[in-house]
């Protein structure tokens, strides 16, 4: 079992930066893949970025070059540095882990799943 907590949203202007965090409890961590998602009001949920154990990442087309996803295998934490933030990014982010630390960037594909942190970005 592993329960995730994230902070670090808020409120930001256009071209800002934040940095969400996704703290992590369990010993099963360091082997599982880990995710970021979001979710816009009257959206779905769509991903965002991945890290898997190998620390191999992937992004959306719309985050690239823009965010980070990083990992703290000590510190059990997954990060996602975001820069230069636009009004589109708008949403509640999500963290999220799975287990079996596959590669398809998709929902069901995870196994866990934090509260979600939300992220406003203003024009």
């Known amino acids: 079992q592993v329960q995730l907590v994230e902070s670090g949203g808020g409120l930001v202007q256009a071209g800002g930066s934040l940095r969400l965090s996704c703290a992590a409890s369990?010993?099963?961590?360091?082997?599982?893949?880990m995710g970021w998602f979001r979710q816009a009001p009257g959206k779905e949920r769509e991903f965002v970025a991945h890290?898997?154990?190998?620390?191999?990442?992937s992004y959306a087309d719309s985050v690239k070059g823009r965010f980070t996803i990083s990992r703290d295998n000590v510190k059990n934490t997954v990060y996602l540095q975001m820069n230069t933030l636009k009004p589109e990014d708008t949403a509640v982010y999500y963290c999220?882990?799975?287990?079996?630390?596959?590669?398809?960037?998709?929902?069901?594909?995870?196994?866990?799943w934090g509260q979600g942190t939300q992220v406003t970005v203003s024009s």
């Open positions: 890290i898997l154990t190998s620390g191999y990442t």
């Open positions: 999220a882990a799975d287990s079996q630390d596959r590669i398809l960037p998709l929902v069901y594909t995870f196994d866990y």
């Open positions: 369990g010993r099963a961590f360091s082997r599982s893949r």
